[in-house]
């Protein structure tokens, strides 16, 4: 594994540049000391100049648009974040792993190799899997959960930034046996940035401003994703009820949890079991009450609070996360720092002070 210096930092790729989540890539990389960005690819803007589509990056662009992924296929890159579509990641990860003069370590942002079993892939996402014999390679991004197995990884598969929110809050319980086989209910509201940036009605502002809409109730693709993790974790099958909704904000996911304890427990025993659980693990945060949206929005930080129902049985996990960020290319980014063993913060939002720590 090369390490990088100042001298020669990681030369990065981002292939479909144009997108939201590689906008916010290209903000964090640009206070990374130890990346540099060469290779940007867009089909849409070939040869213009990066602010055309990231406004914040007019005049300070570090490269053009390239016009075409297999134009940047001889650079000699480290890094390639794929910020491609679903469906199409996973052919392009064949290629580069096959043609690239030195293969580069694969980042993909899209779904394409988030799932162990490709069939579910192929029936949630309703295409086939572009590469199922790279599957077994790709290791799933969580740095608090398989920090061990990213340092030798070659393709690194990015959550969903609702996976993020509903695995790191319900991985403690379910990890020590805590809750009973029922469901967890899983009711979140996204910002409107979590759609991308496609064209669509339903996003447009007369639509989304002073709007709470639910959509896509019981079907949401990442569903399964929840569910293979929280399964791997508990140890057995685990279901997911996933209600998700689009707020009338641009970025930040709040996540409402439901689940029922077998044994009652205090919430004050359960915030200490949470604080154990993720002792060390920088970007998680246990709050003593419940968490606010814009704590986390801007930064890379999950923040995670709960309280029990006594009453009930029932306890609510409230997480809350910034989609963009820790929800998706701050994620990555931290994933990039864990594979090539630089400290996780660097690059992201407070590295500094989290660095201090």
């Known amino acids: ?13 981002i292939f479909g540049g144009a997108s ?18 060469e290779v940007v690819t867009s089909d849409t803007f070939p040869g213009q100049d990066l602010g055309v589509t990231h406004g914040f990056l007019k005049g300070i662009a570090p490269v053009a648009f390239s016009g075409s992924d297999a134009e940047s296929f001889d650079r ?9 579509p679903h469906a199409h990641a996973a052919a392009l990860a064949r290629r580069l792993l096959t043609t690239a003069a030195r293969p580069p370590v694969l ?31 790709a290791v799933y991004e969580l740095p608090e959960l398989y920090r061990d197995k990213l340092r030798d990884a070659r393709i690194i598969a990015t ?5 993020t929110s509903v695995i790191l809050g319900a991985a403690p319980l379910y990890a020590a046996e805590l809750v009973t086989d029922e469901p967890l209910v899983a009711h979140c509201v996204s910002g409107v940035s979590g759609a991308g940036k496609g064209v669509d009605e339903a996003k447009m502002f007369l639509n989304v401003d002073g709007n709470l809409r639910p959509y896509n109730v019981g079907t949401h693709r990442h569903t399964p994703e929840m569910e293979q993790e929280i399964s791997a974790v508990a140890g057995r099958d685990a279901r997911v009820l996933f209600v998700p909704h689009v707020g009338p904000y641009e970025c930040g996911i709040l996540a409402n949890l ?7 427990r205090s919430a004050d025993a359960l915030r200490d079991h949470y604080r154990d659980y993720y002792r060390g693990e920088r970007f998680v945060r246990i709050s003593d009450g419940l968490p606010a949206l814009k704590d986390a929005v801007g930064t890379n930080f999950v923040d995670i609070g709960l309280t029990v129902d006594e009453r009930t049985g029932w306890c609510v996990v409230v997480t809350a996360l910034d989609n963009a960020v820790k929800g998706a290319a701050g994620a990555a980014i931290q994933a990039m720092n864990a594979r090539f063993g630089l400290d996780e913060a660097m690059g992201l939002p407070f590295a500094r002070y989290l660095q201090e720590r």
């Not at 439901?258 to 009652?264: Q, S, T």
Request: aromatic share 10%; proline share 12%; charged share 20%.
């Open 20 to 37: 939201y989540v590689a906008g916010t890539l290209l903000k964090l990389l640009g206070a990374h000391p130890l990346a540099r960005v």
């Open 1 to 13: 594994m090369r390490s990088p210096t100042p001298d020669n930092p990681l030369r990065i790729g």
């Open 258 to 264: 439901y689940v029922r304890l077998r044994e009652p």
């Open 107 to 137: 980042i993909d942002l899209s779904a394409d190799f988030r799932f162990q079993d490709p069939d579910v892939y192929a029936s949630w996402y309703k295409v086939p899997h572009g590469a199922p014999e790279l599957q077994s390679a």
């Open 159 to 163: 959550p969903g930034c609702y996976p």
């Open 76 to 84: 000699d890159l480290d890094v390639v974040f794929m910020s491609k």
